[in-house]
T-cell receptor
Framework: DTGVSQNPRHKITKRGQNVTFRCDPI?????LYWYRQTLGQGPEFLTY????????KSRLLSDRFSAERPKGSFSTLEIQRTEQGDSAMYLC???????????FGSGTRLTVV | KNEVEQSPQNLTAQEGEFITINCSYS?????LHWLQQHPGGGIVSLFM???GKKKHGRLIATINIQEKHSSLHITASHPRDSAVYIC????????FGQGTILTVHP
């Protein structure tokens, strides 16, 4: 297992376009988390899944954002009608229950122009 | 008010100095992660603590459950330790502290 994998590493998109990011967690981890980090700030929680169930969503996750984990393995995060304020690093992490083995992916850096 | 408070926000040290970063957290957090992030780099989990003390090389992390307080210590600091250190409380999701920017000068 190569850890938590995120694709793409970088994405540049025009304002108004839709983008989708993918996260492949460590295979035996049943929890998967999405965070967003802007330059000079700490990560902010967006949402997390236990298996395929989305257990919590932040108020930061507006209706333009949607996340899925259909089979309890990989997850996708989609942003519709991107805005310049969406430019950030989007981080995925996975863990066993209760936070054991918490591992971050390298992130997807989104730039909206 | 953030559920996880970290101090100091910035820390500058000379190579070889002993460094301490502090973290206080609120009710509802059952354990803490200490994380390290280099500029432009990914986040690496250093420790996960729910009680006591853990040591890995020159890094030591302690947690006091009663006082809801944790510390990260770096012994014999080195310029390659320069990074942002973040404590994050575990209560389902992670709740992050503000981070401590550590700069170690040779």
């Amino acid at each position: 297992d190569t850890g938590v994998s995120q694709n793409p590493r970088h994405k540049i998109t025009k304002r108004g376009q839709n983008v989708t990011f993918r996260c492949d967690p460590i295979s035996e981890h049943n929890r998967l988390y999405w965070y967003r980090q802007t330059l000079g700030q700490g990560p902010e929680f967006l949402t997390y899944f236990q298996n395929e169930a989305q257990l919590e969503k932040s108020r930061l996750l507006s209706d333009r954002f949607s996340a899925e984990r259909p089979k309890g393995s990989f997850s996708t995060l989609e942003i519709q009608r991107t805005e310049q304020g969406d430019s950030a690093m989007y981080l995925c992490a996975s863990s066993l229950e209760a936070g054991e083995g918490y591992t971050f992916g390298s992130g997807t850096r989104l730039t909206v122009v | 008010k953030n559920e996880v408070e970290q101090s100091p926000q910035n820390l500058t040290a000379q190579e070889g100095e002993f460094i301490t970063i502090n973290c206080s957290y609120s009710v509802g957090i059952s354990a803490l992660h200490w994380l390290q992030q280099h500029p432009g780099g990914g986040i690496v989990s250093l420790f996960m603590l729910s009680s006591g003390k853990k040591k890995h090389g020159r890094l030591i992390a302690t947690i006091n459950i009663q006082e809801k307080h944790s510390s990260l210590h770096i012994t014999a600091s080195h310029p390659r330790d320069s990074a942002v250190y973040i404590c994050a409380g575990i209560g389902g999701k992670l709740t992050f502290g503000q981070g401590t920017i550590l700069t170690v000068h040779p």
